[in-house]
């Protein structure tokens, strides 16, 4: 039995894929990703402070003469700091943009003088993208429209009216078959070593399809030592699917398939990876724990919640005994409400606290650990986010979702199969996180000798190793411990069936 290699596909494929990629986007035209006109203003203009809300205009396009079938373009123009609109475009040039306005009138305007052209993008069904907002944040999700009055964007299964008075412009991403297809376009087919990039970063989006079909031609034109390699593992992987496919069908006679049924054959890899994370509520309590009253987040305390603690905590003393300092209760700010449960040791009723967004140590956290370089340098499919890695394992999948990254801080905190802690917020410095991310050299405990592994702090990006000091330093002291059930995962890696033996390309085609 052999086990899948573990670092096949080299970090710098990915940079090169999209280097690539990039410079397919900067050939393409202005509207063809959603993008602003070509130089109409100062670039570095921003919105206006506040905008007039442009009048309500239909998304039914106006008729075009001699082409009664063809759809015009929309945009939304910032004309000035005052005045903003909608329409439909009638006539542009390099000069002069003439626009169907709401109202059905004409207006016409000098492209120099406007503030932006804005291009809305046609989304027939929702499709992966970004909508970038006033205040510089970035949203990414599935849009579903981009109209004249509202964005409207599906994150994580929630969908999220946006007014487009706090929106800039939308952007559609590329499906993975259009990008595979522009980085074709942009490879020579003789290129064998290029097209293995490609086919290596196929793999990794799990496009074995695509992924077999570039290498079974690179392996029989070139005979590419690391195609080959590829070739037998993109093999090994399409039969486990095809089996783990067939092992749950429906039994021919009754319709369902048994548990023992199920239970036999090979599997699909990505199941043997832990799926359990963290609710919702989970990720609440963690917030409550974290609140820093310094910097409250947002929070509310329900009247309900409020009347239960007068019951069971009314004769303390640090409750009013007259009626009207309780019924001040319900008029105080939820951090007063939160503080007394606090003093009152209200563990009880922790839960009932809503907390609406994040503590800073928590925020500091997602932006400049979690999402910075937890997940693209420690949780790849290739290191703790798969197989490979060890019996250390980091959720990867949706790992935007809070409930995701919460699951993952846990991790971080109760690992416990080394002899020293992971995160050790008494002394930030002797946690194996910022041990095992520092060049060997400069570490008291290196990190393991792993073939692809690389130092995440260095000293051209000391911002990294400085916001991971100011996350432990900024949790809440002295820790006690999240009430949360959850263990954290360890894996190990199992043993694979051998590939098939090595074929011919005609072979493989069934010739």
Known sequence: MRSFPVHLVPATIIFTLFTLLAAGFAALPATAAGTDDPPTADPGSTAPAAPTPAPTAKEDPPATEGTPDSTPERVYLWVDRYEELGGFVVEEDHDLLTIRAADGSIRSFPKNRLHRIIRLNDIKEARPGIVELRDGTLLAGQLVTDTFDQVVIRIEGVTTKLPRASVVQTRLDLTLEEKYERFREMIEPDQYTRRFELAAWLFEEEAYQLARAELVEIVAKSKLPRAIELLRLVDAQLIL?????????????????????????????????????????????????????RRPPRMHVSPDTIREILEKYGASPLIAADSAGRTALFRAEPEEIVDLMFRLKARDLYSRIEVK???????????????????PNCATSRCHGGLDGGRFFLHRRNSKSERVRYTNLLILERWNELEMPLVDYLDPGRSLLIQYGLPRNEARFPHPEVKGWSPVFSKGNPRLLRDAFGWMNGMYRPRSGYPVDYEAPVISTPDLPEPLPSETSDDRRGR
């Not at 069908?249 to 359990?276: I, K, Y």
């Not at 928590?362 to 400049?368: A, H, K």
Request: glycine content about 4%.
């Open 357 to 375: 967004s994040e503590p800073p140590a928590l925020n500091l956290f997602r932006q400049r650990v979690h999402d910075a370089w937890l997940i």
């Open 241 to 293: 699917e095809a089996d783990a496919g067939r092992s749950t069908s429906p039994s021919p006679l009754d319709g369902r398939t048994t548990r023992d049924e199920r239970s036999t054959g090979p599997v699909d890899l990505r199941d043997l990876l832990p799926q359990e994370i963290i609710s919702a509520d989970d990720v609440n309590i963690m917030r409550v724990y974290e609140i820093d009253f």
